[in-house]
């Protein structure tokens, strides 16, 4: 199978008053035509930073400062911004958390959309609007023709995301990069999106990183999982081998600490502390001081990430 | 279990209603009212943990500010242990504070950045006349030991904490005067998973510990079913179901309450249960729908649904408004 793409060894560092702060630190994964992996960690682990480095739109403070990144063969990091503008949004497109600031407020959301596809798609305006209608058909919006003459603040949460992703997918992409795409959306729309998404994955053959913090949301959604922690990955594998036999103790913690739906009387296991702050890493594995099944050997050397078993990669001595 | 008996209710709110004015503009047109809650009763039993769950704009953050007299109902009344408290003020209204407490979502916001911690912590006795400065900051040593605070940082300010110690804080400062009743409203929605199960496990040990009783707000149903006894499920101001924990998630019996278990993603790889999407958006507040405000998106609605109110009716020790119960 030929992959969409590959990331390998990224470093990305932001560069403060206060030193170098590494963000994202050796990450590796690559991703094929079709399939979905799930980005999970907390707070502060590097999702995001992945997704921006992958879409080169990190803030000015921030550099990539090692490893490659593969699109269907080509090398991103060497492009000129010229050549980059014709692969992001076209080629890659990204969707984010927060649907009410990823759109212009002063522009309807027909005129955003058009946008989109005039810069990526050689079409007239008539024909370009009615691109527009269908996709948001495409997306579920009802009465398109209408709807195209709103403005942002006249549609709901749900909408508004449904409006981020028609656009995202206007240039028919062949990698969707979706940043929390429904943590700021009620339960019940949130399973309104994911479907949604699911289903124009199944119809385009787009692959797909999906970031979040919500384990349920990776157990449904994705082919395979990637744990994050302090800007490393400490656990690669298929989502069914990830839930079915956790192998970092990370992982397992994670798990552990979501109430389940069916044992409630169990205490929940916790997690002691908190992710370290990144400007001060230990030397060893970065998760020696919360861990619960730590020992000596931890806290001098960082552990690599190896295959444990076919196709799931774990980062632990253990 | 608690049992419905009128000694162990500790509070009681009774046909709350509450209409906001909706601001006049270009789209609202003047004098519509935003019906935030539509009688609504319930009571809470003294010991328990009463949940309360529904998407956003369902009314619950609005139940829980009129509950604990920070704003007023519309109509409706509030009894505390009994007492008629919907229009007490001055020093009973005083007395009723101090048996009845608040954690807000964000403790960024509802811990002042100008005081520190021990001043925070410490000032409701003061406040209350309970104690001098000095024996009060002695307490809020004790009460921050008691959240898995180090008391050596009581001279510390909130940014010099992280957001999950913080909400420790502004629980040890909810607990200071020893309530009867915590009002928690989505205490743990800014927090991460671990940290998230640091501070589920932190209000279940003080429960114990003081014999507390709770009304716990959430979005996050794995989460209220974890830590309640009893569920309240709201939909745009109204009860739809009261349930015990157990039996609403094994049973729903409202189509609004099976739908919003069934929009909960699983972690179990193997078999997918059947999840049920609801059509359409949550209308506006401004103008419910008519008969069950759920018809518009209810996959088993009927005509009587569109006409007809249905009553809170009450079987097997659940409470539920819906024509046709599942």
Redesign the interface.
């Known amino acids: 199978m030929s992959d969409v793409l590959q990331v390998k060894n990224l470093h990305t560092s932001f560069f403060t008053d206060a030193g170098e702060v590494k963000a994202v630190r050796g990450i590796s994964f690559s991703l094929e035509e079709g399939k979905t992996l799930g980005l999970v960690g907390e707070s502060g682990s590097g999702k995001t930073v992945t997704a921006l480095s992958i879409m080169q739109l990190l803030p000015n403070c921030a550099k990539i400062t090692a490893g490659s990144i593969l699109y269907k063969g080509k090398e991103l990091l060497k492009l000129s911004q010229e050549e980059l503008r014709n692969i992001r949004g076209k080629e890659i497109s990204m969707i984010f958390q927060e649907p009410m600031t990823a759109l212009n407020p002063v522009f309807t959301i027909g005129e955003q959309i058009r946008e989109a596809i005039e810069l990526h798609r050689n079409l007239n305006k008539k024909e370009a609007t009615g691109e527009v209608i269908k996709l948001l058909a495409d997306v579920g919006i009802p009465e398109p023709s209408k709807r195209i003459k709103d403005y942002p603040h006249q549609l709901s949460g749900g909408m508004r995301q449904r409006v981020l992703i028609a656009m995202a997918l206007a240039s028919s992409p062949s990698l969707l990069i979706a940043d929390e795409p429904t943590t700021a959306l009620d339960v019940t729309v949130q399973a309104q999106i994911l479907e949604l998404i699911a289903n124009l994955q199944s119809k385009t053959k787009i692959a797909v990183i999906l970031i979040t913090h919500d384990l349920g949301v990776v157990a449904e959604q994705v082919d395979f999982v990637a744990v994050m922690y302090a800007g490393v990955i400490v656990e690669y594998a298929s989502t069914q081998d990830l839930f079915n036999e956790p192998m970092h103790p990370y992982t397992k913690a994670l798990l552990n600490s979501i109430p389940k739906l069916e044992d409630k009387d169990v205490k929940l296991n916790t997690l002691k502390g908190s992710v370290p702050p990144l400007a001060e890493l230990p030397k060893g594995c970065i998760f020696y001081e919360r861990c619960p099944e730590n020992n000596a050997n931890c806290k001098d050397a960082a552990p690599q990430l190896l295959e444990i078993k076919k196709g799931h990669l774990v980062a632990c001595r253990k | 279990m608690p049992q419905v008996n009128n000694m162990s209710e500790l509070l009681k709110a009774q046909n709350i209603t509450k209409y906001f004015p909706a601001k006049s503009g270009f789209f609202e047109s003047k004098g519509a009212l935003i019906h935030a809650l539509n009688d609504v009763s319930f009571a809470v039993e003294c010991g328990e943990t009463l949940g309360l769950v529904g998407?956003?704009g369902c009314g619950k953050s609005t139940l829980a500010k009129i509950i604990a007299r920070l704003i007023a109902p519309t109509t409706g009344r509030i009894f505390f242990e009994g007492n008629d408290i919907t229009s007490v003020n001055g020093k009973q209204l005083k007395r009723i504070r101090r048996n009845i407490q608040f954690v807000f979502q964000d403790p960024h916001a509802s811990l002042n950045p100008h005081m520190t911690i021990g001043s925070t912590i410490s000032e409701p006795f003061v406040i209350h006349g309970l104690s001098g400065a000095k024996k009060a900051l002695q307490e809020a040593e004790r009460i921050l030991d008691l959240v898995g605070i180090s008391k050596e940082t009581v001279k510390r300010y909130p940014h010099e904490f992280?957001t999950?110690q913080r909400q420790r804080i502004a629980i040890a400062r909810a607990l200071a005067l020893t309530p009867k009743l915590i009002i928690a409203d989505e205490p743990i929605a800014s927090l991460?998973?671990?940290?998230?199960?640091?501070i589920?496990?932190l209000f279940?040990e003080l429960k114990e510990k003081f014999n507390l009783t709770y009304l716990f707000i959430s979005?996050?149903?794995?989460?209220i079913?974890?830590?309640s006894d009893r569920v309240i499920v709201m939909y745009l101001g109204k009860i739809m179901e009261i349930a015990e924990?157990?039996d609403l998630?094994k049973h729903p019996i409202h189509p609004y309450t099976e739908?919003?278990l069934?929009?909960?993603?699983?972690?179990?790889?193997q078999a997918?249960k059947k999840?049920i999407?609801?059509k359409g958006?949550?209308p506006g507040l401004t103008k419910l729908p008519s008969g069950c405000v759920f018809h518009t998106r209810c996959i088993y609605a009927r005509q009587k649904c569109i006409d007809e109110v249905p009553g809170l009716t009450k079987r097997d020790g659940r409470s539920f408004a819906c024509h046709y119960p599942l």
Request: proline share 2%; hydrophobic share 40%; net charge negative.
């Open positions: 998407e956003s992280s999950g991460d998973v671990s940290i998230q199960a640091q589920l496990n279940e979005h996050d149903l794995r989460v079913e974890y830590i924990s157990r998630y739908a919003l069934s929009a909960i993603p699983v972690i179990c790889t997918k999840r999407i609801l958006e949550i």
